[in-house]
C-alpha cells in the first residue's frame, strides 16, 4: 500500500501547484506500468478525494500537527492517509503501518508523529473532524470566494449545491437505441451482478462505479458514460432526422454522438484543439457513427465555414466548470475569482462569431457546465438585448432556461434555446 500511498501524495502534491489532475494521474500510472488496475483505482479515488475534500484535511492536519514537519510530503502523506480512514474500506492498521513506513523511509524522525496522529483520528475521528470544519468553507471544501459567490447567488440553496458538489459523482450510462433498450440494458448490468436504475429516458445510473471494460458490450458500442444532465442536450436541440447541424466545441463528443445515435444528420463536429477531436474520432468509431470533423475555430467561421447556415447549432462552450466539480476537484483549487469575466468574454466572442452561421428559423442551444450565472442566464440576456432577431424558446413551463444543479442524478448544467427570427 505504502507505492499507493507515496504516489497519490506525490500526484495531489504536484496538482497543488497547478497542474492538471487528469493528466498528471494518468503521467504517473504510466510511468510506473507494474501497478495491477486495483492499485491504480486506489490511487485515482486517493487523488480525487483528497482533493475534494482537501480543506478539510488540510484544517484537521493543521490543528494536529502545530508545527508541520520540514518535509512538506509528511502533511501531505498525513492528508492521504485520513482520507483513507475516513472514506476508504482499506484496513486501518494497514494505513497506519504504510504511512509510518514510508514516512522513514523520506525522514525518520517524523514517523512517531505520523504514527501519533493517525492513530489519534483512528481514536476520535469525528470529533476532530466536526471541530476542524466548522467554517462553510471547509466544511463545504471549497475557496472562500466561491463559497460567498455561491451564498449570493443562490441565497436558498447554497447548501444544497455545496453538499452536492462534494459528493461522489454517479457513473451514468447512455443506452445507444442501435444496439439495446434501457430495460434490457438493465438486465444486462443484473446478470453481471451490478446494480443500476433507468433516471432519464436513455440514461441509467450505476449504483457503483466499474471500469467500462465490465460493461457488457460497451466496446461494441451498446453504451456511453455520459452524466444524465448531459443527455439533455439532444433533446432541447430539437432536431429532426436530415437536419444540418453543427456542435460548435465538440470534443470529446459525447452530445455529438448522442445526436448522431438519435438521429440522421449531416453533423459538422468542430473543435480547436486537435488531439480532444481525435478522441471524437474514437468515439465515433467506436459507435460506428460519421461525422465531418473540423480543427476550428469558433470564434472564427471565416476560417472552416463553407457558407452554408445549419439548421441547428450546439454551442457547448468552454466555462468555469463549476457545476462538476465533484468530477474534477482540481478545478477548485486552480480557479480564480477572476477568471470568470474571461470565461465570459470568450463565451460572448465564440457566440456573436458563431450566430450568423444559423439558418433563419433555426435554433442554437447553448450550453455550460457552470453554475455561475455570469456564464448563464446573464450572458443570454445580454446577447438578447443586442440580436433583435433572436428569440428565447422556454425549455420548460416556469422558466425561459434549464438550469441542472448538481445532485444525486446529473451534474450541474445550463441550457438556453435561442432561435432565429
Ligand atoms: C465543454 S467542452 C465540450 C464537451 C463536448 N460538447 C461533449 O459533450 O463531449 C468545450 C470544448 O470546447 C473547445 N473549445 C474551446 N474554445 C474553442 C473555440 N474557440 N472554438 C472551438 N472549440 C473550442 C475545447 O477544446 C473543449 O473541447
Not at 475534494?52 to 502533511?75: E, G, T
Not at 444524465?228 to 465538440?250: E, F, I, T
Amino acid at each position: 500500500m505504502h507505492q499507493i500511498q507515496r504516489l497519490a501524495t506525490e500526484i495531489v502534491s504536484k496538482v497543488l501547484t497547478g497542474r492538471n489532475l487528469t493528466e498528471t494521474l494518468s503521467d504517473a500510472l504510466r510511468q510506473n506500468p507494474t501497478l495491477t488496475p486495483q492499485q491504480k483505482g486506489a490511487i485515482r479515488d486517493l487523488c480525487y478525494g483528497t482533493l475534494r475534500h482537501y480543506n478539510q484535511l488540510d484544517a484537521l492536519v493543521k490543528r494536529m500537527v502545530l508545527h508541520a514537519p520540514s518535509d512538506a510530503r509528511i502533511s501531505m502523506l498525513l492528508m492521504i492517509a485520513i482520507y483513507q480512514l475516513r472514506f476508504t474500506s482499506a484496513a486501518p492498521y494497514a494505513i497506519v503501518d504504510h504511512a509510518v513506513k514510508l514516512t522513514a523511509k523520506w525522514f525518520e524522525p517524523g514517523k512517531g508523529l505520523v504514527n501519533a496522529v493517525l492513530r489519534r483520528v483512528q481514536r476520535e475521528g469525528n470529533k476532530l473532524w466536526a471541530e476542524a470544519c466548522q467554517k462553510p468553507a471547509i466544511r463545504y471544501g471549497l475557496p472562500q470566494w466561491w463559497l460567498e459567490k455561491w451564498q449570493k447567488d443562490y441565497p436558498s440553496n447554497w447548501e444544497a449545491i455545496a453538499e452536492a458538489s462534494l459528493s461522489h459523482p454517479p457513473m451514468s450510462l447512455r443506452v445507444n437505441p442501435h444496439h439495446t433498450t434501457p430495460t434490457d440494458y438493465l438486465q444486462l448490468l443484473s446478470n453481471e451482478g451490478m446494480d443500476a436504475a433507468i433516471i432519464a429516458e436513455n440514461a441509467i445510473k450505476l449504483a457503483q462505479p466499474v471500469p467500462v471494460d465490465r460493461l457488457p458490450h460497451f466496446q461494441e458500442g451498446w453504451v456511453s458514460v455520459q452524466d444524465a444532465g448531459a443527455q439533455a442536450s439532444a433533446r432541447l436541440l430539437d432536431v429532426a432526422d436530415g437536419m444540418k447541424v453543427l456542435d460548435a466545441c465538440a470534443a470529446p463528443g459525447g452530445k455529438t454522438c448522442h445526436l448522431l445515435e438519435q438521429h440522421s444528420l449531416t453533423l459538422t463536429a468542430l473543435d480547436i484543439d486537435a488531439t480532444r477531436l481525435k478522441r471524437v474520432e474514437e468515439n465515433l468509431q467506436r459507435l460506428q457513427l460519421t461525422a465531418a470533423l473540423k480543427v476550428g475555430n469558433a470564434n472564427q467561421p471565416k476560417t472552416w465555414w463553407d457558407g452554408q447556415a445549419f439548421d441547428r447549432i450546439l454551442l457547448d462552450v468552454p466555462c468555469s466548470a463549476s457545476g462538476v466539480i465533484r468530477r474534477n476537484p482540481d478545478i477548485k483549487w486552480h480557479r480564480l475569482a477572476k477568471d470568470i469575466a474571461t470565461f465570459v468574454k470568450e463565451q460572448s466572442d465564440i457566440l456573436e462569431a458563431i450566430w450568423p452561421c444559423l439558418a433563419a428559423g433555426g435554433k442554437l442551444l447553448y450550453a455550460t457546465c457552470s453554475v455561475f450565472p455570469e456564464e448563464n442566464q446573464d450572458q443570454i440576456s445580454q446577447f438578447l438585448a443586442k440580436h433583435p432577431d433572436a428569440k428565447l424558446e422556454p425549455l420548460s413551463d416556469n422558466s425561459p432556461y434549464l438550469q441542472y444543479f448538481p445532485s444525486a442524478d446529473t451534474d450541474g448544467f445550463f441550457f438556453a434555446r435561442l432561435v432565429k427570427q
